[in-house]
Nanobody, 120 residues
Framework: QVQLVESGGGSVQAGGSLRLSCAAS?????MGWFRQAPGKEREGVAV????????DYADSVKGRFTISQDTAKKTVYLQMNSLKPEDTAMYYC????????????????WGQGTQVTVSS
């Protein structure tokens, strides 16, 4: 098991930026962010393969969100720019053994979630 501790999130106006952080209790080969809006299914947002640093994104966030890592701290970040009201959701950090393609990934470890609210 991997414990994940998230931070960041909050409320911002459309066009603003937020950064989420997720610290893992140990090294694991794949980490990422999912989100779930009220009444909607949980969806993948971005992932990073921690060994090589390659990344993948949902089409809805490409060009606006950036996932990165600090390997020494076992921490991944999600920089969210040009936020839109439709980005409003609970964001969850996830971790697990790596899977390709990332759309097939079912993480085995989840954070507690952090709320992101974007107002128009």
């Amino acid at each position: 098991q991997v414990q994940l501790v998230e931070s960041g999130g909050g409320s911002v106006q459309a066009g603003g930026s937020l950064r989420l952080s997720c610290a893992a209790s140990r090294y694991i080969t794949m980490m990422g962010w999912f989100r779930q809006a009220p009444g909607k299914e949980r969806e993948g947002v971005a992932v990073i393969y921690t060994g090589g640093g390659s990344t993948d994104y949902a089409d809805s966030v490409k060009g606006r969100f950036t996932i990165s890592q600090d390997t020494a701290k076992k921490t991944v970040y999600l920089q969210m720019n040009s936020l839109k009201p439709e980005d409003t959701a609970m964001y969850y950090c996830a971790a697990g053994p790596s899977v390709r393609p990332w759309e097939n990934w079912v993480p085995s470890n989840w954070g507690q979630g952090t709320q992101v609210t974007v107002s128009s």
